[in-house]
């Protein structure tokens, strides 16, 4: 975050600095843009690139602009998946942006919310593979110990967790997706369980 528009300029007499009021402070804070903020993150990537093109040896980027560039992939993250793709292995990377693409389709994702739960309906799915994939792996050896004892039962236990994840992210997704529904009874007599009954009209006055 740059700090120039909180530093008072320097004082070039003797005269005493004055102080910056509460509300002034407050405004020029909120008019500074922190590094994360996606303004500034793509002011700072043009402004790599073009100090990029201006060098005579363009092949090689700064760490500058490397920084910049990934920190503008994550702003957009939640239509590329970069971000995603980060939680897990190069191998699984592109089935997890796949699952995620292919959610936001089936689903017709639009807002973040949306979009979101579908990452991390992919993204808890990645991990029920790589776990089952882990404990394959052990199945295939020939011997056991109580490490390997103990490695199957914790890995065992993430793999739970993470089809737990997938199913309640599923099952939210999918709810956000589905019309609500409204039911009206308009009967006089409704049947709410067996030998019970609700008459809706009012009861007769009794005769004096």
């Known amino acids: 975050m740059t700090k120039s528009s909180l530093t008072p300029p320097p004082s070039t ?114 991990r029920v593979l790589r776990y089952s994939e882990a404990l394959n792996d052990v199945y295939g050896r020939d011997s056991t110990s109580p490490e390997i004892n103990k490695y199957i039962s914790v890995t065992s236990m993430e793999l739970d967790r993470a089809n737990r994840q997938y199913l309640t992210a599923l099952s939210t997704l999918k709810s956000f997706k589905q019309p609500s529904v409204n039911v009206t009874f308009k009967a006089n007599t409704a049947f709410v369980a067996q030998h019970q009954e609700i008459n809706a009209a009012p009861n007769p006055k009794p005769e004096e």
């Open 13 to 126: 007499d003797n005269k005493p600095v004055q102080t910056v009021s509460i509300d002034e402070m407050k405004k020029r804070i909120q008019a500074t843009l922190p590094d994360a903020d996606p303004t500034h993150v793509f002011k700072t990537l043009a402004k790599e690139i073009a100090r990029h093109n201006a060098q005579s040896d363009t092949k090689n980027f700064s760490p500058e602009l490397s920084k910049a560039f990934a920190m503008a992939l994550s702003t957009l993250s939640l239509d590329s998946h970069a971000r995603l793709a980060d939680t897990t292995t190069d191998k699984l990377a592109p089935l997890a942006i796949t699952v995620a693409q292919q959610l936001i389709s089936e689903y017709h994702c639009e807002t973040a919310a949306e979009k979101t739960l579908a990452e991390t309906v992919a993204n808890a799915y990645i």
